[in-house]
């Protein structure tokens, strides 16, 4: 993820709740989200994202708390590196979230740095027409590293045998 909290976020609109803006959306913690009413006026949510830079391959999306009828279904992203010019580099699906804080992952072609993103979600997963709700944004960089190679019952060999009885390593 080569976003940071703390990196500047710009909203489509200001039109979300005082402890529900676009910050939320950036900074690793799912239990806070970025809550925006756009939808009731047919108009995409989304924000910018300005960052330290990077190839950005794919999204990382995670649900939020509650009404899975605003969590997004479709996201279309563009790419700058003046904040002004913005080139499309990807659009498409969502997939579809089964569960509230689940994780999703979509993942396309891009080979160029920018430093600006936009990300927009024209349709909600409930075709919700007041709003869209995220609790996280994550702009990945080699999506194909993140496929998770381990399982349950892997042999695990500690650092040290320092752990109390019920918080053993093979716990990760």
């Given at each position: 993820?080569?976003?940071?909290?703390?990196?500047?976020?710009?909203?489509?609109?200001?039109n979300?709740p005082?402890?529900?803006?676009?910050?939320?959306?950036?900074?690793?913690?799912?239990?806070?989200?970025y809550?925006?009413?756009?939808?009731?006026?047919?108009?995409?949510?989304?924000?910018?994202?300005?960052?330290?830079?990077?190839?950005?391959?794919?999204?990382g999306?995670?649900?939020?708390?509650?009404?899975?009828?605003?969590?997004?279904?479709t996201?279309?992203?563009?790419?700058?590196?003046?904040?002004?010019?913005?080139?499309?580099?990807?659009?498409?699906?969502v997939?579809?979230?089964?569960?509230?804080?689940?994780?999703?992952?979509?993942s396309?072609?891009?080979?160029?740095?920018?430093?600006?993103?936009?990300?927009?979600?024209?349709?909600?997963?409930?075709?919700?027409?007041?709003?869209?709700?995220?609790?996280?944004?994550?702009?990945?960089?080699?999506?194909?590293?993140?496929?998770?190679?381990?399982?349950?019952?892997?042999?695990v060999?500690?650092t040290?045998?320092?752990?109390?009885?019920?918080?053993?390593?093979?716990?990760?």
């Amino acid at each position: 993820d080569i976003t940071s909290a703390g990196d500047a976020v710009v909203p489509t609109s200001s039109n979300s709740p005082g402890g529900e803006q676009a910050p939320n959306a950036i900074d690793n913690d799912p239990n806070t989200k970025y809550l925006n009413f756009d939808g009731a006026n047919n108009t995409p949510s989304g924000l910018t994202i300005s960052t330290g830079g990077g190839i950005v391959t794919g999204l990382g999306l995670t649900s939020a708390n509650d009404a899975p009828d605003r969590d997004p279904a479709t996201y279309i992203i563009w790419s700058s590196n003046d904040g002004e010019n913005f080139t499309e580099i990807a659009q498409g699906d969502v997939p579809a979230f089964g569960a509230r804080f689940e994780r999703q992952t979509v993942s396309f072609d891009n080979d160029e740095v920018y430093v600006d993103y936009k990300i927009h979600f024209p349709t909600t997963a409930g075709g919700s027409t007041c709003c869209m709700q995220i609790a996280e944004i994550e702009l990945l960089s080699n999506i194909s590293d993140l496929a998770d190679i381990t399982s349950a019952g892997d042999a695990v060999v500690p650092t040290s045998s320092n752990s109390p009885g019920g918080e053993q390593a093979p716990n990760a």
